[in-house]
């Protein structure tokens, strides 16, 4: 199994920041990594597929980036709804596993 | 509008049955895979079954293979979980996603409690 870790675990930062997450996977996921931000007591939005696509009507503040194992969300410009997990995903292959998540604190 | 809605969650013993649904709307759901993925209370994300679009095919993580069965019916837009032998491991909250690659639309979940 595909394995994802994910970094940090926790993050605080203030408004207009600009922040990143990692994914590391443990072999070669070919850019099939999303990004997910979860709110509390909500299920799961989808922010970016295929490593760096843009979900329809996701701001474009969120941004992905990265190849091979190595992956990476950035938020630009902080605002205050953005404080949420977020979790990656990798679908290369079965089983589909996640990251642990990060969850992101607004100073 | 995507829609996605889960029903038959509850509390069960351990060792019973318990069998999930999700009504789905708003796109042609037999030219979609669909998934189930689950959430335990305050932890991450666990994918948990997957189906072709036309059923014929099913995905399972080893944690659940031969106990969960996935299943879907295309006239009625619906996807099902059956589970059995349920352990208090279990315990979660479900979601129902379409799947393309990634999942990209869910429902609102469906809590799972498996205690005695």
């Known amino acids: 199994d595909i394995q994802m870790t994910q970094s940090p675990a926790s993050l605080s930062a203030s408004l207009r920041e600009t922040v990143s997450i990692e994914c590391l996977a443990s072999e070669d996921i070919y850019n099939n990594l999303a990004w997910y931000q979860q709110k509390p007591g909500k299920s799961p939005q989808l922010l970016i597929y295929?490593?760096?696509s843009l979900q329809d009507g996701v701001p474009s503040r969120f941004s992905g980036s990265g190849s091979g194992t190595q992956y990476s969300l950035k938020i630009k410009s902080l605002e205050s709804e953005d404080a949420a997990t977020y979790f990656c995903l990798q679908d290369s292959e079965y089983p589909n596993t996640f990251g642990a998540g990060t969850k992101l604190e607004l100073k | 509008e995507v829609q996605l809605v889960e029903s038959g969650g509850g509390l069960v013993q351990p060792g019973r049955s318990l069998k999930l649904s999700c009504a789905a709307s708003?796109?042609?759901?037999?030219?979609?895979?669909t998934a189930w993925v689950r959430q335990a209370p305050k932890k991450g994300l666990e994918w948990v079954a997957t189906?072709?679009?036309?059923?014929?095919?099913?995905y399972y993580p080893d944690s659940v293979k031969g106990r969960f069965t996935i299943s879907r019916d295309n006239a009625k837009s619906s996807l099902y979980l059956q589970m059995n032998s349920l352990k208090s491991e279990d315990t979660a909250t479900y979601y129902c996603?379409?799947?393309?690659?990634?999942?990209?639309?869910w429902g609102q979940g469906v809590m799972v409690t498996v205690s005695s």
């Open positions: 996603a379409r799947q393309t690659g990634s999942f990209d639309y």
């Open positions: 295929y490593a760096s």
């Open positions: 708003g796109f042609t759901f037999s030219n979609y895979y």
């Open positions: 189906i072709s679009s036309s059923g014929s095919r099913t």
